[in-house]
């Protein structure tokens, strides 16, 4: 069984930085992309960036600047770096991964439970 768990949410004021991490575990043969998503009530769950296994990230246009994805292929984990908050980014963030596992399997999409970020003062 594949999990992906995630860590780091919190409250934070605004101008403030947090930063998200996703451990991924159980078989696995290999990684593709990974992600962050997130969603905030009343809203559907939308990309906040995304990266490969070989490290080309995308973000989306109202993180850019502000949000720094990394990952780390050997230990299967995922970080978000979140600087410059606002309280527009509040919303329950969810790892993402694209993945075999094992080999000639097809590729599968797994999510995390998700982690909550309040941007508040």
């Known amino acids: 069984q594949v999990q992906l768990v995630e860590s780091g949410g919190g409250l934070v004021q605004p101008g403030g930085s947090l930063r998200l991490s996703c451990a991924a575990s159980?078989?696995?043969?290999?990684?593709?992309?990974m992600g962050w998503y997130r969603q905030a009530p009343g809203k559907e769950r939308e990309l906040v960036a995304t990266i490969t296994s070989g490290g080309t990230t995308n973000y989306a246009h109202s993180v850019k600047g502000r949000f720094t994805i990394s990952r780390d292929n050997a230990k299967k984990t995922l970080a978000l770096q979140m600087n410059s908050l606002k309280p527009e980014d509040t919303a329950v963030y969810y790892c993402?991964?694209?993945?075999?596992?094992?080999?000639?399997?097809?590729?599968?999409?797994?999510w995390g439970q998700g982690t909550q970020v309040t941007v508040s003062s």
């Open positions: 159980g078989i696995i043969f290999s990684i593709n992309d």
């Open positions: 993402n991964a694209n993945l075999k596992k094992w080999y000639g399997d097809s590729d599968y999409d797994y």
